[in-house]
């Protein structure tokens, strides 16, 4: 069952902050994060695995409630390299497919 | 290091005709993958690989058909292509081990783009 990711779409002006969520309705084991460009391969950007850790990359980070099963991306006064649409990636177990999310479309302004 | 590599880039095709597309990485990861993503419904999985010679269903692998017969290579069929297979085709490949935490990040290539007419 694929993750639920909300807003589906975000506009920013630089240096703005925004928050995605991904919510799953199954145990996880895992959430990875990961950043596609217009027209590019998506990029990994962190992975969040079972017991709540945060993790950042550059000004983006992002947290992990077990209890609720829901990870959530920060990003931090942002740039314009933000832009691009943000996926989550659940997995049950420790080395099990991802399941992703329909995505989360950034757009970051001047 | 060319890390993953799709061929085709791009293909048009009418209904009912086949192709192959191929998935080739050089990192020497068990797992391999192949997503398809269409518009608002972010990645599926359409069918997967955990090591030469095997292979497992994902989530939309009706109409497809895949095979692994090198470690390296991950092939994707459409026996009778049809308009609803038109999608940008994701290859992807993982490391699992003992060193990593099952932490299982997968390595995109850079996209198939099918359009079946």
């Known amino acids: 069952q694929q993750p639920v990711q909300s807003p589906q779409a975000v506009i920013l002006r630089e240096g703005e902050d925004a928050v995605i969520n991904c919510s799953s309705s199954k145990a996880l084991y895992s959430v990875h994060w990961y950043r596609q460009k217009h027209g590019e391969a998506p990029v990994f950007l962190m992975i969040?695995?079972?017991?709540?850790e945060q993790k950042g990359h550059e000004k983006i980070s992002a947290s992990f409630n077990e209890k609720k099963q829901q990870s959530s991306l920060y990003l931090t006064a942002s740039q314009l390299s933000y832009s691009g649409t943000y996926f989550c990636?659940?997995?049950?177990?420790?080395?099990?497919?991802?399941?992703f999310g329909g995505g989360t479309r950034v757009l970051v302004k001047p | 290091n060319a890390g993953v590599t799709q061929t085709p880039k791009f293909r048009v095709l009418k209904t009912g005709q086949s192709m192959t597309l191929l998935c080739a990485q050089d990192?020497?990861?068990?797992?391999m993958y192949w997503y398809r993503q269409d518009p608002g419904m972010g990645l599926r999985l359409i069918h997967y690989s955990v090591g030469e010679g095997t292979t497992a269903k994902g989530e939309v692998p009706d109409g497809y058909n895949v095979s692994r017969l090198k470690k390296q290579n991950f092939l994707l069929g459409l026996e009778s292509a049809a308009p609803s297979q038109t999608s940008v085709y994701f290859c992807a490949s993982s490391y699992f081990g003992a060193g990593n935490s099952g932490a299982n990040v997968l390595t995109f290539g850079a996209g198939s783009r099918l359009t079946v007419l």
């Open positions: 990636g659940t997995a049950k177990a420790a080395g099990n497919k991802l399941t």
């Open positions: 990192m020497n990861h068990e797992y």
């Open positions: 969040l695995l079972k017991g709540g």
